[in-house]
T-cell receptor, first 113, second 115 residues
Framework: KAGVTQTPRYLIKTRGQQVTLSCSPISGHRSVSWYQQTPGQGLQFLFEYFSETQRNKGNFPGRFSGRQFSNSRSEMNVSTLELGDSALYLC????????????FGPGTRLTVT | AQSVTQPDIHITVSEGASLELRCNYSYGATPYLFWYVQSPGQGLQLLLKYFSGDTLVQGIKGFEAEFKRSQSSFNLRKPSVHWSDAAEYFCAVGPFSGGYNKLIFGAGTRLAVHP
């Protein structure tokens, strides 16, 4: 079974631009969560989507948003990029029925210049 | 508030030596606990998990972890380390009551293995 896939793997953007990252969960997994990883703050929860609805959201500004499609694929968007948004963005999927473990993709490395 | 502490930022061991990585958590209810490993430039790979039952859990790559409620700990162990185990290891707790399905991670322990 294929794992979680994320595209693109690397991105370089300029301050003020916006960016969209994509995540395809493991087949059959209906929950998708997003995390931001930085050297200073570590791994931080951004949000979780299930059945095309945002269920939970971490402590991030409104510039960070996401959505989930009917096939469970998810996208996250960051608008008006700031230098501090440079990070590894990780997507994780979960089966949801009697399962709590999350499986992570390889991440998208975003660099804001 | 929920939190996870990994007291050791860096650990260096010799190949073939035993390993123990420490993890302490703070959570009022019965926790779900995880250990993940991250190689440079990669995502997180799930090593093992504890939900309930036997407090000694086995994972992949020869790792095991022991849940000790009295010490709020979930330490990761391996009897003999291989050079390929060099990576960063993260302990995590979650999800939480009310359907709050997020993981809270520790800061990580970077493991170096000497030949």
């Amino acid at each position: 079974k294929a794992g979680v896939t994320q595209t693109p793997r690397y991105l370089i953007k300029t301050r003020g631009q916006q960016v969209t990252l994509s995540c395809s969960p493991i087949s059959g997994h209906r929950s998708v969560s997003w995390y931001q990883q930085t050297p200073g703050q570590g791994l931080q929860f951004l949000f979780e989507y299930f059945s095309e609805t945002q269920r939970n959201k971490g402590n991030f500004p409104g510039r960070f948003s996401g959505r989930q499609f009917s096939n469970s694929r998810s996208e996250m968007n960051v608008s008006t990029l700031e230098l501090g948004d440079s990070a590894l963005y990780l997507c994780a999927s979960r089966r949801t029925s009697g399962s709590y473990e999350q499986y992570f993709g390889p991440g998208t490395r975003l660099t804001v210049t | 508030a929920q939190s996870v502490t990994q007291p050791d930022i860096h650990i260096t061991v010799s190949e073939g030596a035993s390993l123990e990585l420490r993890c302490n958590y703070s959570y009022g209810a019965t926790p779900y606990l995880f250990w993940y490993v991250q190689s440079p430039g990669q995502g997180l790979q799930l090593l093992l998990k504890y939900f309930s039952g036997d407090t000694l859990v086995q994972g992949i790559k020869g790792f095991e972890a022991e849940f000790k409620r009295s010490q709020s700990s979930f330490n990761l162990r391996k009897p003999s380390v291989h050079w390929s185990d060099a990576a960063e290891y993260f302990c995590a707790v979650g999800p939480f009551s009310g359907g709050y399905n997020k993981l809270i991670f520790g800061a990580g322990t970077r493991l170096a293995v000497h030949p």
